[in-house]
């Protein structure tokens, strides 16, 4: 069975989809609205918050550190400058953990490198995220797998095969992961989604839990995705969508990340459990709406039985349609008034 645990909370096939806050850099280097994006996630129902930890100085090239960065959406002159601004640092994340425990959420980080990796491991984060971008980084993978924490792996631009690599490298290590389908797009357009892939990931990896990281407009499709089998479901979450940066503008606000919530919880029950049955709000409906075999006209005694004399009407309190040919062709043994019931026991011959 497919099972992953996070923090305590119990992931798989049954239960109700994980989901995710993914809240990135989106608090723009400022703490107290990172505060404020955690109460917002934890008001609207999301089991975690999610914040993204790099290492830039020992993450990026010189050139790319110092190249430069000026544009509607940068917070620095370079784009070194601008990673630093809106990076967290050890303390920030210990007062947002103290904070997150005190509302009761989880929170953890992606780590993109070894150094931060090894900062989160120290501050004993729950879980690990690692983006899709570090697919193909084995050693990183390696690394954080042997923590021992849950791990959940996005797939954006990789191959089955890099897919499978990760797999294969991972479980004798640490199998407590979750494999994410993602678009690597931001934000991804619908008709690259492929949730299909979602299903695929199943079969291929029965005993892993699969999720997915849902970088679209919109709700409908990580609902698609949970029906689909997805039990971690991750949307990038926001303040206000018109915010600076590149992040927001796909990102959903309190009342969408509030309507996933509801809705994913509301799919599970709707699945139901593949068993068609007939519940009793529905018979009250089904007396008014079903039909039922009457008398078409004035029938006497002894009458025999043809079509004409049958007709289809509701309420659906008598001998259901499908019975006709079962009463044609027999006599009756009573008069019948138009739109009185056909019953069997008013039959002469073999009836069922």
Request: charged fraction near 25%; include cysteine; aromatic fraction near 8%.
């Amino acid at each position: 069975m497919r099972e992953l645990s996070i923090d305590g909370k119990l992931i798989n096939d049954d239960g109700d989809c994980y989901v995710i806050a993914e809240i990135g850099h989106n608090h723009q280097g400022k703490l107290e609205n990172a505060k404020e994006l955690f109460r917002a996630a934890k008001q609207v129902g999301a089991d975690a918050v999610k914040l993204q930890k790099r290492d830039n100085r020992t993450l990026y090239t010189q050139e790319l550190f110092n190249k430069p960065y000026e544009n509607e959406n940068s917070f620095g002159p370079t784009y070194g400058a601008h990673r630093e601004a809106l990076e967290f640092g050890p303390d920030e994340y210990r007062e947002l953990q103290k904070y997150a425990r005190e509302l009761g959420i989880t929170f953890f980080a992606t780590a993109f490198d070894f150094a931060s990796a090894n900062l989160l491991a120290e501050l004993e984060m729950p879980a690990f995220k690692i983006a899709s971008g570090d697919l193909t980084n084995i050693p990183l993978l390696k690394h954080v797998a042997q923590f021992g924490k849950p791990m959940v792996i996005s797939t954006g631009g990789g191959t089955l095969e890099d897919v499978q690599r990760v797999y294969d490298t991972i479980t004798p290590i640490n199998p407590q992961f979750c494999l994410m389908q993602c678009t690597a797009s931001y934000p991804a357009s619908f008709d690259e989604l492929n949730l299909r892939v979602i299903s695929s990931y199943r079969e291929r990896f029965p005993d892993t839990v699969i999720g997915f990281s849902a970088h679209d407009n919109g709700i409908a499709m990580a609902l698609a995705g949970y029906v689909l089998g997805a039990r971690v479901v991750e949307k990038h979450f926001t303040l206000n969508r018109s915010l600076k940066g590149t992040d927001h503008a796909f990102s959903l606000e309190r009342e969408g990340l509030r309507k996933l919530v509801r809705d994913l919880r509301r799919a599970r029950v709707a699945m139901g459990d593949g068993e068609k049955n007939v519940y009793p709000s529905e018979k009250a409906p089904l007396l008014k709406m079903g039909k039922k075999l009457v008398a078409a006209r004035d029938l006497p005694n002894h009458h025999i039985l043809t079509h004409e004399d049958i007709a289809i009407k509701s309420p659906g309190d008598g001998l259901a349609p499908y019975h006709l040919d079962a009463v044609l062709g027999k006599r009756l043994k009573v008069f019948l008034q138009k739109d009185e019931n056909i019953s069997f026991d008013l039959l002469d011959g073999d009836v069922p």
